[in-house]
C-alpha cells in the first residue's frame, strides 16, 4: 500500500489561516522589523553587562530565555501602550516627543560624559528617537504601534538573540580563545604540554600574553585590535556553519514534529498568549486584563523583591525557597522553587511530567547503588552528570537513541525531503515552507561539512571530526526535541559531545591536537544551557499561523538577528573586558571555565585508552531507553514516558524535578475535580507566575543599574 498524505489534507496544512492571525488586517510591517532590530541589539549587549558589571541575575540562561520574554513583556505592556496613545492624535504626539526629548536632555545635560557602552543610555536615546520619529507619522493619521505580525517577528527575533549573547555562545567565546596565554604558568605546565598541539589560527595572542584583555589598557593604552582580526574571522566561518546547519534542521524537522507528530512547545505559550492578546482597537493589551495572571504574577514579584531589598537592609524578611531532604544513603533530594519553571511545567503533558520527576529519583537510587557496589569511574567530568560519569554515560546513551528514534520515526518525511531535495517529490511539496527542502538540506550539509574542514584543517583527525559533529549534532536534536515535546525550560546534556568523544575513545585514537581542538569545542558544545536550534524550532512553532510571505520575512529576520546578537555581545564584552579587565568582570567566564577546560585538555592528554565501562554504560542507556520508546509505542497504558529517563541525573534536574512534580500534582487536583475547563481557566495563573519571575528579574536588574548595587541575583533558574 502506498503510504503518502492526501492531497487535500495537504493542501489545507498549506493554506491554513487559524484564529491567532485571523483578525489582522495587515502583515508585517517595517515598525516591527525596526523595533526587533533595535530589541535584539538591546538584548545582546544588555545581558552581558547585567551579568558582567551589575552582577544580577542571568537572562539568557536557559531555554526559557528570560530577557527575551522581559523585553517583550516591556513591549507589549508598556511600549506599544504609548505608542498607540501618541498615535491618536497630532497633540499626544507633540506631548510624547516634547516629554522624552526634555528628559533625556535633562538627565545627560551637559553631555560631557555619555557612554556609548551604557545600556540605559542605548535605550533612553532610542526611546526617544521614536518619539521623534512618531511626529510625522501621527500627522499622517499613523503610528508606531505593532500589530500581531510584527509582535511575532520581534519576539522569533528575541528568541535567536537569547541563543547566542550569553551562556549559549558570546560569554564564552572571547575568553576561551584568549585565556591558554593568560593563565599560562610553570604550575600548570600548559607550556610545555598544550602549546605544542595550538591551533594558531582560532586563539588570540596579542604578543603580551593577552595581560591587556584580563587587566584592562589603562589610561592611554591600546587595543590591540590586529591580534583579534584572524581567530575572529576563524571562528566565524566556523559558527557560521553551525548556525546555518542548525537552522535548516530546524526547516527539514518543522513539518514532522508540528503536524505529523503535533508536538505542543509548552515554552511558546506565554509568548503566543500575548500576541494573541494584542487586539485592533483595543488600547490595553488582553493579556494583562486578566485578575488570575496578575494574581500569579504578584507572587514572584513580590517574593523575588523581598530578596533583593533584604541585601539592600538585611533586616528586610525574606523567603527561603530551597530546601534538602535525605533520600536513601548518601543521596539527597533537593526541593528548589522557581515560579517560572513551575508555570512552565503546568503546561507539560501529564505523562511526561510523571516521567521526568520519576526518573530523577530512581537516577539517585542508581547512583547509591554503584557506589555501595564499587563501580566507579576514574573520570572528571565538568558538566552533565559530573558527580557520576558512569550515569553521565548511561543518559547520553539514551540520548542519542531518543535523536535517532525520532529520526527513525520520521523516516518516510525524511525521505520525502531527499527525494524532493533531488527533484523527485511532489511538486507541491514544500510549497509552504520558509526554505525548499533543497535549499534546507543542501544548507545543512554545508553546513556539517563545514564544521568537520574547519576541525580538520585545524589538525583534528578527518573521522574523529565527523564522529564528533555527527554526535553533537545528535545531542542538540535529542535536547531540542526534549524542549519541544516536554518544554523543560532549563535541561542539559547529561554528558557533553567533547567528553563523549575524547574520555570514550581516548587520547590516543583522538591524537593530541585532536584533544586540543576539541577543547576548544567547550566554546559551543558543552555548557551550553541554551543553543540556537531549540530557539529556532521555538521560533518557527511561532509563525506557524502566518502566510508563507510573512513567514519568510520572519525567518530572514531570525537569521539577520542571531548577527545582531553575536555582534553585539561580542562588541560589549570586548570593549568591557578592555575597559575593566577581564578579571574584574564574570569570575566563571574568565577564570572558571577556561583553566576547567585547558585542565581537562592536559589531563586528557596523559593517554588514557578507549572508556570500555564507560561506553558500556552508554550501550546499556541506549538499550534501556530503546525499550521504553519501544513499550510507549506499543503499550498506550505505560505510565512513564521516555523523555525523563536520558535527564533524570542530570544536576540540573536537581533545580527543576520539583516545580514539575508541584505543577503535575496541581495538575492533577484540577484535571480530577475541576476537568478540562478549570485546567483553561487556571493558565493564565501560571502565565503569571512566569511573567511575574521574569519582570523581577528585569525590574531589579534596571533598579541595581541606577542604584549601582553589584550582586543582587534574584532568581537563578
Not at 523575588?304 to 541585601?311: D, E, F, I
Not at 569511574?377 to 535523536?403: C, F, H, I, N
Not at 574547519?454 to 564528533?468: H, I, K, S
Request: a positive charge; one cysteine or more; aromatic letters at 14%.
Amino acid at each position: 500500500m502506498k503510504k503518502e498524505i492526501p492531497q487535500f489534507y495537504r493542501r489545507y496544512l498549506q493554506t491554513r489561516q487559524q484564529s491567532l492571525l485571523s483578525q489582522e488586517r495587515v502583515g508585517l510591517t517595517w515598525r516591527g522589523l525596526v523595533l526587533g532590530s533595535f530589541l535584539s541589539f538591546f538584548l545582546a549587549v544588555g545581558d552581558p553587562y547585567g551579568n558582567m558589571i551589575i552582577r544580577g541575575s542571568y537572562m539568557a540562561l536557559d531555554f526559557s530565555t528570560p530577557g527575551a520574554l522581559f523585553l517583550f513583556l516591556v513591549l507589549v505592556g508598556l511600549l506599544n501602550l504609548l505608542f498607540k496613545l501618541a498615535g491618536r492624535g497630532r497633540k499626544h504626539a507633540l506631548a510624547f516627543a516634547g516629554f522624552a526629548g526634555l528628559a533625556w536632555g535633562w538627565h545627560y545635560w551637559p553631555f560631557a560624559l555619555l557612554d556609548p557602552h551604557s545600556p540605559g543610555l542605548i535605550f533612553s536615546t532610542f526611546l526617544a528617537g521614536c518619539a521623534l520619529l512618531n511626529l510625522p507619522l501621527a500627522w499622517r493619521g499613523a503610528s508606531l504601534a505593532l500589530n500581531r505580525a510584527d509582535l511575532i517577528l520581534v519576539y522569533a527575533m528575541l528568541l535567536m538573540v537569547s541563543a547566542v549573547c550569553s551562556m549559549g555562545l558570546s560569554e564564552q567565546l572571547l575568553p576561551m580563545i584568549t585565556a591558554l596565554f593568560y593563565y599560562a604558568s610553570p604550575q600548570n605546565q600548559w607550556r610545555e604540554k598544550l602549546f605544542p598541539h595550538l591551533p594558531a589560527q582560532g586563539l588570540v595572542n596579542d604578543g603580551g600574553d593577552n595581560r591587556a584583555f584580563y587587566e584592562g589598557v589603562g589610561a592611554g593604552g591600546e587595543i590591540p585590535y590586529g591580534a583579534w582580526a584572524e581567530p575572529l574571522l576563524w571562528w566565524g566561518f566556523f559558527l557560521g556553519c553551525l548556525y546555518l546547519s542548525m537552522m535548516c534542521i530546524a526547516v527539514i524537522l518543522r513539518r514532522q514534529w508540528m503536524e505529523r507528530e503535533r508536538l505542543p512547545y509548552p515554552i511558546t505559550q506565554a509568548g503566543l498568549a500575548l500576541v494573541r492578546g494584542e487586539e485592533e482597537g483595543m488600547l490595553f493589551n488582553r493579556f494583562f486584563l486578566q485578575k488570575a495572571m496578575w494574581a500569579g504574577l504578584a507572587l514572584p514579584l513580590v517574593v523575588g523583591s523581598l530578596q533583593a531589598l533584604q541585601r539592600y537592609d538585611p533586616t528586610v524578611p525574606a523567603s527561603r525557597l530551597q530546601w534538602q531532604l535525605p533520600l536513601v544513603g548518601a543521596q539527597f533530594v533537593q526541593l528548589s522553587i522557581s515560579f517560572a519553571m513551575l508555570g512552565f511545567s503546568y503546561l507539560i503533558n501529564s505523562s511526561i511530567a510523571t516521567g521526568i520527576w520519576v526518573f530523577h529519583l530512581l537516577s539517585k537510587f542508581e547512583k547509591e547503588l554503584l557506589y555501595l557496589t564499587g563501580t566507579r569511574s576514574e573520570l572528571k567530568l565538568m558538566y552533565g552528570v559530573s558527580d557520576a560519569p558512569l550515569l553521565a554515560y548511561q543518559g547520553v546513551g539514551g540520548l542519542l537513541v531518543l535523536a535517532l528514534g525520532g529520526l527513525w520515526v520520521a523516516r518516510e518525511h525524511l525521505g520525502q525531503v531527499g527525494r524532493q531535495a533531488l527533484g523527485r517529490g511532489w511538486a507541491d511539496l514544500d510549497a509552504g515552507e520558509i526554505l525548499s527542502y533543497r535549499k534546507a538540506l543542501l544548507g545543512a550539509l554545508a553546513g556539517l561539512a563545514g564544521m568537520v574542514g574547519w576541525l580538520w584543517v585545524l589538525g583534528t583527525p578527518l573521522w574523529v571530526a565527523l564522529l564528533f559533529v555527527g554526535a553533537a549534532m545528535l545531542i542538540f536534536i535529542g535536547v531540542t526535541r526534549i524542549v519541544a515535546e516536554a518544554g523543560l525550560a532549563a535541561v542539559r546534556s547529561p554528558m557533553t559531545a567533547p567528553d563523549l568523544v575524547v574520555h570514550g575513545l581516548g587520547s590516543g585514537l583522538v591524537g593530541p591536537t585532536g584533544v586540543v581542538n576539541l577543547s576548544l569545542a567547550f566554546i559551543w558544545a558543552a555548557d551550553i544551557r541554551v543553543f540556537a536550534l531549540a530557539t529556532c524550532a521555538n521560533a518557527l512553532k511561532l509563525v506557524e499561523e502566518m502566510d508563507l510571505r510573512s513567514r519568510r520575512v520572519v525567518f530572514a529576520a531570525m537569521i539577520a538577528a542571531l548577527v545582531i546578537g553575536v555582534g553585539g555581545a561580542v562588541w560589549m564584552i570586548f570593549n568591557m573586558a578592555y575597559r575593566h579587565g577581564g578579571v574584574n568582570l564574570n569570575a566563571w567566564f574568565f577564570d572558571g571555565a577556561p583553566k576547567a577546560a585547558y585542565d581537562n585538555a592536559l589531563v586528557q592528554l596523559a593517554g588514557r585508552g578507549v572508556d570500555w565501562l564507560g561506553l558500556g554504560f552508554a550501550g546499556g542507556g541506549a538499550a534501556v531507553m530503546g525499550g521504553l520508546l519501544w513499550a510507549r509505542q506499543r503499550y498506550p497504558w505505560w505510565p512513564l514516558h521516555p523523555l525523563g529517563f536520558p535527564i533524570g541525573a542530570e544536576s540540573m534536574m536537581d533545580y527543576v524535578w520539583f516545580n514539575v512534580f508541584l505543577a503535575w500534582l496541581i495538575k492533577g487536583v484540577v484535571l480530577r475535580y475541576g476537568g478540562a475547563g478549570l485546567y483553561q481557566r487556571s493558565q493564565p495563573f501560571f502565565l503569571g507566575l512566569i511573567a511575574g519571575h521574569v519582570l523581577c528579574n528585569g525590574l531589579w536588574l534596571c533598579i541595581d543599574y541606577f542604584t549601582g548595587k553589584v550582586g543582587n541575583t534574584i532568581f537563578w533558574v
